[in-house]
């Protein structure tokens, strides 16, 4: 069962049999044969066909899928437990926007260790939507936001409100940009707009690369004031020039110790 469980949930996420058997080693009538099989044990129908590779998961899928990542993600916890009797931690995976885990997670985090010294943490950095992708995949266990995505199933609790201001050189030629799906990038695009600006783009992909170029006297840009380096100019902008910072969570997670760090957090707050 737990097998069929693994197969179901690659293929639910890959979305094509043949995909799910070469990312499971596995051959593609092994793959079916699974499938049919825990379909026939739940008395439903998992995926419909939608031309001649794709398959679409029906609403039994979707349910099953929630909780068969929890069933599989119980299941290792308890054998990484019973396989080590004498300390007993858990792993917590912690996945981040750019700047929630650059300026925002480390200020809770001292705090997060001296409460949990029996966690073993992992902290990953990516954009939004592959914060929330990690959490449904079971990829990761808790998430900090910066941007409004679709969170499907997720709980998204507002944490945090962070003012963006325009830094840097007003008279620069040169704007410094992050890429299209960046927390700051509607912002900047925004700002660029309404100003009817025509400057000459640079793009990064790291918060960390813009700052240092504006402390080198190079461009300008729409940033959070968090991230403004020491003897950077900046001016404010208006109120709608602010985004929120999410905490993310799953549903009925099965690890005690997850629930109460996941309160911890809520309780925080800011």
């Known amino acids: 069962m737990f097998q069929s469980l ?29 499938i049919l099989n825990l379909e026939k044990k739940l008395n439903v129908i998992l995926f419909t066909r939608k031309g001649r590779h794709e398959i679409v998961p029906t609403r039994d899928a979707d349910f099953l899928y929630n909780r068969a990542q929890s069933i599989l993600d119980n299941w290792e916890d308890t054998i990484e437990t019973l396989n080590n009797k004498e300390i007993v931690r858990t792993k917590c995976r912690i996945a981040c926007s750019n700047t929630c885990g650059i300026y925002f997670l480390p200020n809770i985090m001292k705090s997060i260790l001296e409460n949990f010294p029996d966690m073993d943490f992992s902290l990953q950095l990516m954009n939004s939507e592959e914060v929330v992708k990690h959490l449904k995949q079971n990829e ?82 729409v940033i959070s004031q968090k991230i403004v380096p020491e003897g ?18 799953k549903e009925n997670h099965l690890k005690t110790r997850i629930n109460e760090l996941e309160k911890f957090i809520m309780d925080r707050g800011a």
């Open 6 to 34: 693994k197969t179901f949930v690659k293929v639910y996420e890959m979305k094509n049999f043949t995909k799910a058997a070469e990312e499971l080693y596995l051959s593609q009538p092994t793959i079916s044969t699974q």
């Open 140 to 221: 990761a266990d808790l998430g900090f936001i910066e941007k409004i995505v679709d969170t499907g199933s997720l709980k998204r609790s507002l944490l945090n409100v962070d003012q963006l201001v325009l830094a840097g050189d007003p008279e620069a030629s040169y704007w410094l940009n992050r890429e299209e799906d960046s927390g700051t990038q509607f912002y900047s695009d925004m700002y660029v707009k309404e100003k009817n600006l025509k400057p000459i783009h640079i793009y990064l992909n790291n918060n960390e690369m813009i700052a240092a170029l504006l402390k080198a006297g190079i461009g300008q840009t």
């Open 232 to 249: 950077v100019n900046w001016q404010p902008l208006s109120p709608k020039y602010t985004r929120n910072f999410y905490f993310l969570a």
